[in-house]
């Protein structure tokens, strides 16, 4: 074959390696299309659907509101006629005993004057007699027309402007939300969720983050907040979860529409404290522990169930009860669990004190973290420095292992560099308190 077929060759084949690539990069532009007018399409429909329920339901729950309002008003109106009407009754009775007696006195007087003019004056005398004991001249007072009650109805027309003004601005349609998911991190047993604004003209006064399980069934709460990120915790590793979030703005009492949902999940196991330790108590997940009386004057260290802390994660303490306050208490990490000792505050370990004092190899530096009270939380974030890059083939090489940690406590932290005697892919952490009543929760 010439050179010069060989090279056509060459470039038949570019072209259509070419060609094969723009296809795959248009059928995937085609399958994106298609998501996103499956969004539009389903999200729209979903609207739909959630007006209709919502004004079905206000419909029927105004119309339940103005029976129970007309059926009030109808009762006072029952009770304002039967109170005015009671005490017109019983003068109506009192008249009409009155006019029964005289029709009688009228019987018998007119029979009484019929007998007169026979002379039989028995019959006049007793009539006269009981004429005079009728009171003929006292008639009962009959109300006057402005003295009873005349029942209306006051009525304000304008609770109808009032109302349509209301309803012409009851709810909104949006097309883009405005605040969205921006990040997912894995964490041991929990994901990092972080949001921002979409939208410079919303002024957000708090956030609401949901999540669930899988892509299906109902939402439940994970934070209402200020802030614009949130650990949300006892997440099973390797299982997907949806995220949303929405806002308030300020001034308003109604959230804003949700987020497009985000699909996270974490490989990583949840940090657990070891169980079967003497002197402390763990939760059903083994990861709060609470230092318990013990009948051993000496309690030992509690250490994690594996070294489950990676370089380049945030490894947080949660206090959550102290007890009495002893310098030898202490959070921290270290690169082997030592049974021998009564603290962390030991060599090949980094720890703070309750009293915020903060140690490296066992050795107290000069830099001070704010004491550690109830509700403290203290953050270890670690990466590895190393003149020489680290490999697997230098590992165990002490010279070159170093690690940079933070320690974060309150509003305040130190950062140090930690040199250990040989290369360790991950940390165990641990804590020591030498009385009893503290908790403390590990994430």
Known sequence: MSLEAETLLLEAKESIEAAQNYRTELQERLHGLSQARKQVRGSSSQSREVLKRHFSDLQTAVTQ???QRLTTLLSDVDTIEEESVRPLDDCQKLIEHGISTADELLREGEAAIRCGFKEDKEELVSFTKKALQIQLDSLPEVPALVDVACVSAQLDDSVLLVMREKLSKHGSVSSHPPVQIEELQERPGSVLVRWCKVDDDFAAQDYHLQYRRGASGQYGDAYIGKDCEFLVLHLDPHTEHQFRVCARAEGRTEWSPWSV???????????EWCPD???YFLSSRRNMAMRSDSSSSCV??????AASYFYGQTLTFNILAVGQVNKRDTLGMCVECETGTESLQRDQAVCISTNGAVFVNGKEMTNQLPAITIGSTVTYDMEVVNLVPLSNNNL????????????SSGNREVVFDWLLDQGVESLFFGCSFANPGWKVLVF
């Open 261 to 271: 949902p985000q699909v996270g999940y974490t490989t990583l196991a949840p940090h």
């Open 65 to 67: 509101f103005l029976s």
């Open 396 to 407: 165990n090489d002490g010279s070159n292992f170093k690690l940079r940690v933070t320690i």
């Open 300 to 305: 030992l260290p509690l250490y994690s169930k």
């Open 277 to 279: 330790t003497e002197g």
